[in-house]
């Protein structure tokens, strides 16, 4: 598993982490979602790495940005976070 944690901007409100995390689980094959409007950031738990122009292509329809992804064995304690 690929824990992969992705800035994103223009995320505002919880309805905006909502949708992003509604646009990531349609486009990818993803275990985990979660987004934080508050950081500005979304993490995926993934069986591939994903990069940021894979995210920032779908995000963009929405009006939000990819601005940066880090990507990183998911450990166990990630499940934790969701």
């Known amino acids: 598993m690929i824990m ?3 800035k994103i901007d223009g995320m ?3 309805m905006c982490e909502s949708h992003v995390n ?3 689980r349609k486009n990818f094959k993803v275990r985990k979602v979660t ?5 500005n950031e979304a993490y995926i738990v993934s ?3 994903l990069t940021k122009e894979q995210l ?6 929405m009006g939000y ?3 940066s992804v880090r990507t990183e064995p998911a450990k166990k304690s990630f499940f934790g976070l969701f």
């Open 4 to 6: 992969t944690t992705a």
């Open 12 to 14: 505002m409100c919880s």
């Open 22 to 24: 509604d646009m990531i």
């Open 35 to 39: 987004s934080s409007h508050r950081k």
């Open 47 to 49: 069986e591939e790495p």
């Open 56 to 61: 920032d292509k779908v995000l963009e329809t």
């Open 65 to 67: 940005r990819c601005l």
